[in-house]
């Protein structure tokens, strides 16, 4: 990706977690991300960011992120922590990051050994149906109401699926 083109990403990125729109109210997942955990030390605000980000990333990239990348996340949230910046703007730093990450807006084949997991598998095809059906729409205008209603069932499905084998293991 071009640093022109991952610079308008960024621009793009910021812009969605700065809008006044994106609050408590619309982001169903804003207390698991963005609200600041009740840990009492440092150690365990710390544990909470990284377990926080370990399932966010998990989620936005589409597949298992290495300890490193977590790691250089999380020392970012607790260092902007430490200069006195509000949680919930060091998260959204986090997250404009993750969604100008090429690793967020294009797909990766999983490497050999992690698509013999169920799980990753199911994550897999939930990725490449939604990237076939917003292909498939947005080249046919959306005429074809049931079958976006059908992509959208088997996405659903496919996500449904990946819960149940995450709770599993």
């Not at 990706?1 to 729109?21: K, Q």
């Not at 600041?36 to 544990?47: G, I, N, Q, Y």
């Not at 399932?55 to 300890?67: C, G, I, M, N």
């Not at 199911?122 to 976006?148: D, H, K, M, Q, Y």
Request: glycine fraction near 2%; charged fraction near 25%.
């Amino acid at each position: 990706m071009s640093p022109v083109l991952m610079e308008a990403y960024l621009r793009l990125s910021r812009s969605i977690v700065e809008s006044p729109e994106f609050n408590s109210k619309t982001c169903g997942v804003w207390d698991q991300l963005f609200a600041a955990p009740s840990s009492k030390s440092s150690d365990e605000t710390e544990t909470r960011i990284r377990e926080r980000l370990t399932k966010f990333l998990t989620k936005a990239f589409r597949r298992p992120v290495e300890s490193e990348q977590i790691e250089r996340y999380t020392e970012y949230v607790v260092s902007q922590l430490r200069m006195g910046e509000a949680f919930e703007n060091a998260m959204k730093d986090v997250v404009a990051a993750t969604l100008a990450s090429p690793k967020f807006l294009y797909l990766y084949d999983l490497p050999t050994g992690e698509s013999d997991s169920m799980y990753w598998t199911i994550i897999v095809l939930a990725s490449r149906l939604s990237f076939f059906c917003g292909e498939v729409f947005r080249t046919r205008n959306c005429t074809n109401w049931p079958l976006l209603v059908d992509c959208m069932n088997l996405i659903r499905l496919a996500n449904k699926w990946s819960e149940c084998f995450e709770i599993a293991s």
